[in-house]
């Protein structure tokens, strides 16, 4: 198994070597060359656990690259320390069937795909007897859910910066009350876009770069995709088991809340690996690039507006160039001649009949937070069920595109307590905190305040890593 770039001026890369990449050399991102043949084989797993399932479904996109008991002590590891015995589990909420992504350890659904990618960095480290130096730039949940991933892991050391004072003080406490000695919190005088500014200054350094191996997490890394096309098949199988009259290859739909659209994507392949998907529903709040495209073919960028649900608070969706080389066909020059306009005219178009591929695809409904309040509230109030601000706009496209005769399938990406405020908002109280995030008041925090400069943030490193690395 070769994996290819959507910009088509890549060599064909390994497994290994695309997780370790991240991006493409040419800027593109990586793509299986052939997905697996959609088979029968899949229906066989109904019943069994989340890890077996997991390893499966994996199994024909590492190309042989990982032994299968290495594989399955890895995929073990990664989520044994979920709170929920079925790791992702399915609950009935009125006439939908909720899938319960936030069961790791910052609660949400990032751990799930994060989890599996720090074991699996860990794993290709030891094999090639090499080090790795994690950094990003975090608006908040990525980047705790990247140091719950990496922390104590052999071979890697990891930088997050966020912005000073400008996260919660959950979000804060997650990432600072870490007390492994591999964890680096820096919180950096300045804003998101200083932050994030100063990674890729980092990267783009390429004599810093070439010395310290650096590395992202972000979400466009391969892994990240592979791990969350999995659950699609463990959640639908509970399904079946809900409803008594289903039988094994009756369609259902899924409704994603959608930023980056890496998750709703794992959905597109697992459709096409052959699990009945009659309809993915795309979820996005009041930052409606997606549902503009997908009701028009027109992709247009406009300026981020801030909702309640912030990580959701994208414009250009990373992801959604690898669903652009589908839909061309896998035709690379015609991705960038997309990119291109993009990049001159702030704009492109597809034309009708991709347009039409488009809208089999998806339905799609942007949600704005009058609405996604209403329905944390209706949902509390008529089910007892309580969402998160994320959740709530996947659940809302949900109620208004239900069929009688199609389940439908939502996926719910945080813990409620995650987003306490908007909880309040909608129904008058908080919900209360849950172990996980009750026992960070008070513990010890470690972390380095740092000017938002490009100098300061390679200095620490500099200054951390020294003796460190081989
Ligand atoms: C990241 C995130 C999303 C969006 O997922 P994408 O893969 O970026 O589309 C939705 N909800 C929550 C809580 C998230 O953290």
Not at 12 to 30: C, I, K, Q, S
Not at 341 to 363: I, T
Not at 382 to 396: I, M, N
Request: proline content about 7%; glycine content about 8%.
């Amino acid at each position: 198994m070769h994996y290819v770039s959507t910009r088509g001026q890549a060599p064909p890369h390994t497994f290994a070597e695309a997780v370790m990449a991240g991006l493409a050399p040419d800027g593109g991102l990586f793509l299986p060359e052939a997905l697996p043949a959609p088979g029968p084989e899949w229906a066989a797993l109904r019943g069994r656990p989340f890890a077996q399932v997991f390893q499966a479904i994996a199994t024909p996109f590492l190309g042989g690259e990982i032994p299968a008991a290495d594989l399955e002590a890895l995929v073990q590891r990664s989520f044994a320390g979920f709170a929920h015995p079925l790791v992702t589990p399915v609950v009935r909420v009125g006439p939908l069937h909720v899938l319960e992504l936030f069961h790791g350890p910052t609660l949400a659904f990032k751990d799930v795909a994060l989890q599996f990618l720090g074991n699996l960095f860990e794993w290709l480290l030891a094999r090639s007897r090499s080090t790795l130096t994690v950094v990003g730039a975090t608006s908040g949940d990525t980047g705790s859910a990247a140091i719950q991933a990496l922390r104590g892991k052999r071979g890697m050391e990891v930088f997050i910066l966020f912005p000073r004072g400008r996260v919660s003080r959950m979000q804060q406490l997650q990432m600072t009350t870490v007390p492994d000695a591999n964890v680096h919190a820096l919180a950096v005088e300045g804003t998101f876009d200083d932050a994030q500014d100063i990674v890729k200054g980092l990267f783009n350094d390429r004599a810093f770069n070439a010395r310290y191996h650096l590395a992202a997490v972000n979400s466009i890394n391969w892994a990240r995709v592979l791990a969350q096309m999995t659950y699609f098949f463990h959640a639908y199988f509970q399904v079946l088991e809900q409803r008594p009259g289903m039988q094994m290859g009756d369609p259902i739909q899924v409704s994603v809340p959608t930023g980056n659209f890496g998750h709703i994507y794992a959905g597109v392949l697992a459709r096409r690996m052959g699990l009945p998907i009659a309809r993915l529903i795309l979820a996005s709040n009041a930052n409606s690039i997606l549902p503009r495209f997908v009701a028009s073919g027109e992709y247009r960028p406009q300026a981020v507006v801030q909702t309640l649900s912030p990580s959701m608070d994208i414009q250009v969706a990373s992801n959604f160039e690898r669903y652009l080389y589908d839909l061309a066909g896998r035709d690379a020059a015609l991705v960038l001649e997309w990119l291109g306009q993009l990049r001159s005219a702030g704009r492109f178009q597809v034309g009708p009949e991709r347009l039409r591929q488009v809208q089999q695809d998806f339905a799609a409904q942007a949600v704005d937070d009058a609405a996604t309040l209403a329905t944390i509230r209706q949902v509390h109030e008529e089910w007892g069920y309580l969402l998160d601000p994320h959740s709530a706009t996947g659940v809302r496209a949900a109620l208004d595109h239900a069929r009688a005769d199609l389940p439908t399938l939502c996926m719910a990406t945080a813990h409620p307590a995650k987003f306490g405020d908007a909880v309040r908002q909608a129904i008058g109280q908080a919900p209360p905190l849950p172990a996980a995030l009750a026992g960070l008041e008070g513990a010890p925090q470690r972390v380095q305040v740092l000017p938002a400069r490009l100098q300061s943030v390679q200095d620490c490193l500099r200054r951390t890593l020294a003796g460190r690395q081989s």
